[in-house]
C-alpha cells in the first residue's frame, strides 16, 4: 500500500498506475507521459488537485470585473472586455459540449469569465441607475431644504447636513451636503425638517493630484450633486416627522459624550452609535499613524464583539432553563439571537457600508455554525465578498473594502497552514506555555496583517504605520474585553441610574487607549510614507498575496514572485519633481538639496500642504516658495530655477489672477521651460515646453511631473470617460480650444 504522503508523487511519475478510485483516472490524458507533458492537460491536473479551493477565485474574478470597468477608459473598452468574457465562455461551454480529456479547465475559464462579465456588468448598472450628475459650477442661492441627515462634528464645533432641494430654473431635485457652523443651527432642527438658508456649493471635488482621493467619484454612487457651506445661521420652517433610528442614535451618542468628556467619549460614542464627529483631529491623527484608525469605524471588531457577547449571555442565560435545554439546540438559539444583535447594532449605527459588510459576514459565520459547519473558511469570506460585491460593487476600489477583506483573508489563510495548525494544536501542557503560544500568535497575526494591508495603506493614503501590530496587540485586546462591555454595562444600568462607575471606568480605559495611540505616533520613524504608487506595483502585490491565500501546498509560493516584484517596484519609485494642482493655484517642488516640500500657494488651509506631502511621499514642515533660495517672487509670478537630470529648469508660476501687459508676458514666457497660472494666458506666451494654464488644467485635471525622465501624470489619464469625471474649477473660455497643445517634456 502506497503512503498517502507519496501518492502525489507517484500520480505525477506513473498516471498510467493509479488506482480506480482516483479521480484523475477518470480522465484519459493520464495514461500517457507525452500527452501529459502539454500545457492544457497540466492545468486540468493541477485544477483537478485543487478541488474546491477553485470557489473564492470566482469572487476574485467578480472583483477583478468590477476594478476593470472603473480602470478602462469608455464605454467602447467596457463592452470590448463584456465581449471578450462572454467569448471566452461560450469557447469552454462549446469544448464540454464537445466532451473529452479536459473538463475541469474549460470549466473554471467558463465560471471566470462569467464572474468577470459579471462585475462589470453590476458596476455599470449601478453607476447607469444610482449615479447623480453634479451641478454644472459654483453657486451661491437662497434655498428652501429638507434635512436627510445630520452629523455632529462636535470636536470641530460644527454639524454637517445632508439636504434634497431643487435648483433655480430646474425641476429634477438634488441631494446636497453642507457643512455649517454649530450655532448656526437649531439642536432640534433634525431629520425630516424643512429649512432655509444660503449656501455656496460647489461640484464634488475630483483628485487635486493624481493619486489623490476621488470624491467626485464617491459623490456620484452616492447620490450627491453638491457640497459646500451655509452663509449665515438657518432657519427651521417646520420640524418633520424623522424616520428610522436617526433620532436614536443621535439620543445615544449625546448621552454617551454626556457620560464621558473629551475625545474618550467620542470614541465610546463611536463604538455605540457610529458617529465619530465627537473625536478632535488630533487625536484621530494619532489614531492613524499608531495604525488603530481601524477601531474608530464600526466594522468587524465591533459587530464581531457585539455578536460574541449577545452569543456567550444567551447561551448561559437559556441554559438556565431545564424544560429549553432538553428540547433546544442552544447554540442554534444563541446564534439567531446572535444575529439579531448583529442586525440591530448595525441599523443602530447607521448601516454604513463597513458595517453592513461584517454583519453579512457574522450572519454567515453563526449560519455555517448552525450547519455545523467551520465559521470561517476562505470560501465562506468569499460569499460574503460576493454579497457585498451584488448591493455595492463601487466598493470593491475603496480602501475600507479592499482592508477588510484582505484582513481576514490573511487570519484565515494563517490559520488554515499547515504549520500554524500544527503550532496550535492541543497537547498536554503547562496553562503558561499554552498561553505564550496564543500571545505569540496574536503577534504573528498582527504581523501578518500589517504586512497584507500596507499596500493598500500604500496605495490610498502613501503612508503605513510601523507599529500598528504591536499597537494592536494591546488596543484591540483593550477595546474588546474592556471598553465595549463597559459601554454595555453603563447603557444598562442608566436604566436604574446606577451607571456611573461603569462610564468612569470607561473612559480611563479609552483614555489609556489614546494614550497609547499618542505615544506610539510620538515615535520616530512611526509611519513610512511613499510617493504615489502606479496601479502595476499594487496589482502585483494583490495578485501575489491573493495567489498565496488561495492555493495550498507549495504551488501557493508562486505567488512570491509577483508579491516580490511589486515590492522591488516600490522600492524603486521615485517622488514627481513637481506637483500642480487642477485649478492652478497651488504647486509644489522638492528641494533636491534638503529634499524638503517647497509649497506656492499654500494659504490658509492645511489641505493643500497634506495632499501634496502624500502625492510625493514628503514628510516635515512645507516652506513656502517666496522664502526658498532658488526663487525671486514679486506681486504677481515667482520665477524658481531648480536642478534636476543634469539641467536646470527655469519655472513661472502666477501668485494670483491679475493682469500683466502682454508684451512682459511673452518675454517672460519665452525665457522659462514651464508656466503654471490659474487664469487663460494669452497664445503669445509660449514657455519652452509646458503651459500649465486654466485651459489646459481644465482638460487634464491636477498634475505631476517627472522632470528628469521627461514624464507627465495627470488626473485625467486615470479617469477616462467615467461620468463622474468633471475637470475642475470653472469652464475655461472659448478660444482655449485654439490654443496650442502642451508639449510633453521629453520632446
Not at 433620532?247 to 449625546?254: D, F, V
Not at 459576514?361 to 467551520?374: D, S, V
Not at 492555493?551 to 514572485?561: E, M, P, V
Not at 510625493?616 to 512645507?622: L, T
Request: proline share 6%.
Amino acid at each position: 500500500m502506497v503512503p498517502a504522503s507519496h501518492s502525489t508523487t507517484q500520480s505525477a511519475e506513473r498516471p498510467a498506475s493509479l488506482g480506480g478510485d482516483s479521480a484523475a483516472t477518470q480522465h484519459g490524458p493520464w495514461r500517457s507521459r507525452a500527452r501529459l507533458a502539454s500545457f492544457a492537460l497540466v492545468l486540468e491536473h493541477f485544477l483537478l488537485r485543487a478541488g474546491p479551493t477553485l470557489a473564492p477565485w470566482l469572487a476574485v474574478g467578480m472583483a477583478a470585473g468590477v476594478a476593470g470597468w472603473f480602470a478602462l477608459a469608455d464605454q467602447a473598452q467596457w463592452i470590448c472586455l463584456i465581449i471578450l468574457c462572454l467569448l471566452a465562455a461560450g469557447a469552454s461551454a462549446w469544448t464540454m459540449r464537445r466532451g473529452g480529456d479536459i473538463l475541469c479547465l474549460p470549466r473554471a475559464v467558463l465560471t471566470l469569465s462569467l464572474s468577470v462579465a459579471l462585475g462589470c456588468g453590476l458596476v455599470w448598472g449601478k453607476s447607469a441607475l444610482v449615479g447623480t450628475p453634479a451641478i454644472p459650477g459654483p453657486l451661491v442661492l437662497d434655498m428652501r431644504a429638507i434635512v436627510l441627515e445630520r452629523q455632529e462634528l462636535t470636536a470641530q464645533s460644527r454639524v454637517r447636513l445632508v439636504v434634497a432641494l431643487r435648483l433655480p430654473g430646474e425641476d429634477r431635485a438634488i441631494k446636497a451636503r453642507i457643512s455649517l457652523k454649530y450655532n448656526d443651527l437649531a439642536v432640534n432642527a433634525g431629520e425630516g425638517a424643512i429649512v432655509r438658508l444660503r449656501a455656496r456649493l460647489f461640484p464634488p471635488a475630483p483628485p487635486r493630484l493624481p493619486g489623490g482621493y476621488d470624491f467626485a467619484r464617491a459623490a456620484w454612487f452616492d447620490g450627491l450633486a453638491a457640497t459646500g457651506s451655509a452663509l449665515g445661521p438657518v432657519q427651521v420652517e417646520s420640524q418633520g416627522t424623522p424616520s428610522g433610528l436617526a433620532p436614536w442614535r443621535h439620543a445615544l451618542a449625546a448621552h454617551v459624550r454626556a457620560a464621558v468628556p473629551g475625545s474618550a467619549g467620542g470614541m465610546a460614542a463611536a463604538f455605540a452609535s457610529g458617529e465619530r464627529g465627537g473625536i478632535t483631529p488630533q487625536d484621530e491623527a494619532a489614531m492613524r499613524d499608531a495604525g488603530l484608525t481601524h477601531l474608530l469605524s464600526v466594522s468587524g471588531l465591533h459587530v464581531s464583539a457585539v455578536v460574541a457577547a449577545t452569543y456567550f449571555l444567551a447561551l448561559r442565560l437559556l441554559g438556565l432553563w431545564p424544560w429549553l435545554v432538553l428540547r433546544v439546540r442552544l447554540p442554534v438559539l444563541a446564534g439567531g439571537i446572535g444575529g439579531l444583535a448583529a442586525v440591530g447594532y448595525t441599523l443602530l449605527t447607521g448601516a454604513e457600508v463597513p458595517t453592513v459588510r461584517s454583519c453579512l459576514g457574522a450572519l454567515l459565520a453563526l449560519a455555517a455554525m448552525a450547519a455545523g459547519r467551520r465559521p470561517f473558511s476562505v470560501r465562506l469570506l468569499a460569499l460574503a465578498a460576493g454579497f457585498v460585491m451584488l448591493l455595492w460593487p463601487e466598493a470593491v476600489v475603496g480602501p475600507s473594502f479592499q482592508m477588510s477583506f484582505g484582513s481576514v483573508l490573511a487570519i484565515v489563510a494563517l490559520h488554515e497552514a499547515a504549520p500554524v495548525r500544527a503550532f496550535l494544536a492541543r497537547r498536554q501542557e503547562g496553562w503558561w506555555i499554552r498561553m505564550g503560544r496564543d500571545l505569540a500568535m496574536l503577534l504573528l497575526t498582527g504581523l501578518v496583517i500589517e504586512l497584507a494591508l500596507m499596500p493598500v495603506a500604500f496605495f490610498h493614503f502613501h503612508r503605513a504605520g510601523i507599529y500598528g501590530s504591536l499597537a494592536n496587540l494591546l488596543a484591540i485586546p483593550l477595546t474588546t474585553f474592556v471598553s465595549m462591555p463597559l459601554i454595555g454595562a453603563g447603557l444598562l444600568f442608566d436604566l436604574i441610574g446606577a451607571g456611573r462607575p461603569f462610564w468612569h471606568l470607561c473612559g480611563w480605559s479609552l483614555d489609556l487607549l489614546l494614550g497609547l495611540a499618542r505615544w506610539v505616533a510620538a515615535r520616530p520613524d512611526v509611519v513610512a510614507q511613499l510617493p504615489v504608487m502606479g496601479s502595476t506595483a499594487y496589482v502585483c502585490m494583490v495578485l501575489g498575496m491573493l495567489w498565496l491565500a488561495l492555493w495550498r501546498g507549495q504551488i501557493r509560493l508562486l505567488g512570491l514572485i509577483p508579491a516580490v516584484a511589486g515590492c522591488l517596484w516600490l522600492a524603486m519609485l521615485s517622488p514627481p519633481d513637481m506637483v500642480i494642482t487642477g485649478d492652478g493655484r497651488q504647486l509644489g517642488l522638492i528641494d533636491p538639496q534638503s529634499r524638503q516640500l517647497l509649497i506656492l500657494g499654500q494659504g490658509r488651509s492645511t489641505y493643500a500642504r497634506s495632499s501634496m506631502q502624500d502625492a510625493m511621499g514628503a514628510s516635515g514642515e512645507a516652506i513656502p516658495i517666496e522664502q526658498w533660495r532658488g526663487a525671486q517672487c514679486n506681486d504677481s509670478f515667482c520665477r524658481i530655477t531648480i536642478t534636476q537630470g543634469g539641467r536646470n529648469w527655469r519655472i513661472l508660476a502666477a501668485r494670483g489672477g491679475g493682469m500683466v501687459e502682454e508684451k512682459a508676458m511673452a518675454t517672460a514666457c519665452g525665457y522659462v521651460d514651464i508656466v503654471v497660472s490659474r487664469v487663460a494666458l494669452m497664445p503669445s506666451c509660449r514657455p519652452r515646453l509646458l503651459r500649465a494654464d486654466e485651459p489646459l488644467l481644465y482638460r487634464t485635471g491636477g498634475m505631476a511631473l517627472y522632470l528628469a525622465q521627461g514624464r507627465i501624470v495627470t488626473v485625467a489619464q486615470s479617469q477616462g470617460q467615467h461620468p463622474w469625471w468633471r475637470a475642475p474649477g470653472l469652464k475655461p473660455r472659448e478660444e482655449a480650444d485654439a490654443l496650442p497643445p502642451a508639449i510633453p517634456l521629453d520632446q
